[in-house]
């Protein structure tokens, strides 16, 4: 939905990626926009640099579920979310 996705986005850099970047899990991400012609809304993927699988194992066991929730709460009904989970093969 497009009117919600200032707010989200704002949110996202101010709070939410930081908060997933102090947890010390991840080395680095990117917040990317799709292109595509979706007239009802904005698409963006984030994606999270881990060192190790042991690190992403630890990252979803102590901290995943709660900043989940938060996103989830704040944004109830106006996004649609996924995970995926991927390998680097070739930097």
Request: aromatic share 16%.
């Amino acid at each position: 939905m497009k009117e919600h996705s200032d707010e989200w986005l704002q949110w996202m850099r101010e709070y939410h990626i930081p908060d997933v970047m102090g947890t010390g899990f991840f080395e680095s991400y990117q917040l990317n926009k799709i292109l595509n012609d979706d007239p009802d809304g904005l698409t963006y993927a984030i994606q999270y640099i881990c060192p190790n699988m042991q690190a992403f194992q630890d990252y979803q066991n102590i901290f995943a579920k709660a900043l989940q929730k938060d996103h989830t709460e704040r944004f109830k009904d106006k996004y649609v979310a996924f995970r995926t989970l991927m390998e680097v093969i070739e930097p």
